[in-house]
């Protein structure tokens, strides 16, 4: 029981970390830069399950809210003023349901994790762009509407988000076995 403890708390660490490194690969957009941090959260959900795998998302935003530099502009309890903040929430809620989703797969065949990876975009989508639209016209004083902020947050990087969520889902079907005893 214990070792199965220490295990699960090394792997949901492990999937916080990787998504902090895959804040520092990024290609830089107006507002809400392109990195690779969803790749760890699609593999987070898919590969820990519901509950893990979404802890694993808190504890990530949890250490930098705490200060750790580990958001693509730093760290730090004022982070939530910043404008791409709401998809540091959407990671934790898509993890979520992408652990949900892979967890109710009898049969693994890609598909079916690239269907729950595109699941999981939709919630990080409807989550970070949601609280870009109100950071923006609230305490940043940008007057925009939902155009332009489904503009800068969704339109500018979805090509390369889909491309995640296809590799995740290939990603998956590779390390599907060897993590299929912590999903239980």
């Known amino acids: 029981m214990k070792k199965n403890l220490t295990y699960s708390l090394a792997l949901v660490s492990l999937f916080a970390s990787l998504t902090a490194v895959g804040a520092f690969i990024k290609i830089p957009l107006p507002y809400v830069p392109f990195t690779l941090q969803t790749l760890f959260v699609f593999l987070a959900g898919s ?11 808190l504890l990530y935003v949890v250490t930098g809210l705490a200060g ?32 949900l989703i892979s967890e109710r797969v009898k049969k693994p065949k890609a ?16 989550v970070g762009v949601s609280y870009l639209y109100m950071a923006l016209n609230t305490w940043m004083r940008i007057d925009t509407s939902w155009g332009q902020a ?4 969704v339109v500018y990087g979805i090509a390369g988000d889909v ?3 296809v590799l995740a889902g290939l ?14």
């Open 68 to 99: 750790l530099p580990v958001f693509t502009q730093g760290g730090g309890i004022g982070y939530v003023l910043q404008p791409t903040f709401g998809y540091l929430i959407g990671f934790v809620v898509a993890a979520f349901v992408v652990g």
């Open 47 to 57: 590969l820990l399950g519901s509950r893990r795998g979404g802890q694993s998302q």
């Open 111 to 126: 598909y079916k994790f690239i269907l729950a990876n595109l699941a999981g975009l939709a919630v990080v989508y409807l």
């Open 150 to 153: 489904i503009m800068v947050g």
């Open 163 to 165: 491309i995640i969520s």
């Open 171 to 184: 990603l998956t079907m590779r390390l599907w076995k060897v993590f299929s005893s912590i999903r239980k």
